[in-house]
C-alpha cells in the first residue's frame, strides 16, 4: 500500500520511492538481529505480542496521517514501527517453531513455515489489493455522481463503463487520458479530484483491514510459549536413556 501512496499518489520516481521505504527495513534488520542479541532470556509471547502492537500501532499512525494533502514524510514513522514490529516477529517465530518438534522434524517444519509465510503475504497483498480496488471504485463513482461540474451523461457513463474496477492510476495519468478523450477542462478538473479522493479512500479502507488483521493476530498469540525454548524433544528423549545407563553401573558400584 505504501508503495502505491508514494509512487502512484504523490509520483515520486522509483529511486526515491525506494529511499523511502529504507526506514522498514533498516528496523526490521535491527530487531531481527538485536532482540535475540540484547534479550536472549525474553519471552517470545512476549516479544510477539509487542511485535504485533508496533505493526498495529504503525498502521494507525499512517492511517491517522494519510489524506490528499499529505507529503511523502507522513510514511516515516509508520515503517519505523511497522518494521521493528516485523522484525521482531522474525526474531522469535522460527526458533518457537523448530523447537516445538524433534530434530529430525525441523527442516520439514521450517519448509512448512516458510510456504505459509509466502503463502500468507500473496493472500494479504490480493485480500488488500482487492477492498482497494473496491473502495477506490465506489467513492470514485460516488463522487462524480454528486459532483456538479460532472454533467450527468458523463457520470452515468462512467457508472456503466467503471463499476467492474477502476485502476489505481495517478492525476498526470488521468488527465492525460482525459484529454485524450476530449473531455472539458472544469470537467476533466473535477473528475481528476475525485480521483485523488477515491484514492485516498482506497488506501484508507486497505490499511483499516491490514490493520484489523494485526490487532487479531495480537489477540491470538496467547498459545505461544512465555519463555525460551531450550533443548528439542530428542535432544531431551537421547539424553534420558543415555543418563539412566550412566547412573545404573555407577549405582552398581557404590552398591
Known sequence: MVPLFLSVALGLS????????????VTLLLAAVGVPRLFPNASPRRVVQIGFFSLFAGIVILLALLNVGA????????LLLAGLGVGALASQLGSVTVSAV?????????????????????????????VLISALTTSFLTGVTHNPNVPKDVASKAQVELAGGIPFMSDKDLQAQ???AGVPAKTADAIVTENANARIDGL??????????ALIALFATRRIPAQQPSASP??????????????????????
Open 204 to 213: 484508507r479502507s486497505s490499511l483499516s483491514l491490514l490493520a484489523i488483521v
Open 102 to 130: 524433534p530434530d529430525e522434524q525441523s527442516g520439514e517444519v521450517g519448509g512448512v513455515q516458510n510456504t505459509v509465510t509466502n503463502l500468507g503475504a500473496s493472500i494479504g497483498t490480493a485480500l488488500a489489493g482487492a
Open 71 to 78: 507529503g511523502p514524510e507522513i510514511v516515516t514513522w509508520p
Open 234 to 255: 530428542a535432544s531431551e528423549a537421547t539424553a534420558s536413556p543415555a543418563s539412566e545407563a550412566t547412573a545404573s553401573p555407577a549405582s552398581e558400584a557404590t552398591a
Open 14 to 25: 522509483a529511486v526515491a520511492t525506494g529511499v523511502r521505504l529504507l526506514p522498514l527495513s
Open 178 to 180: 482525459l484529454n485524450k
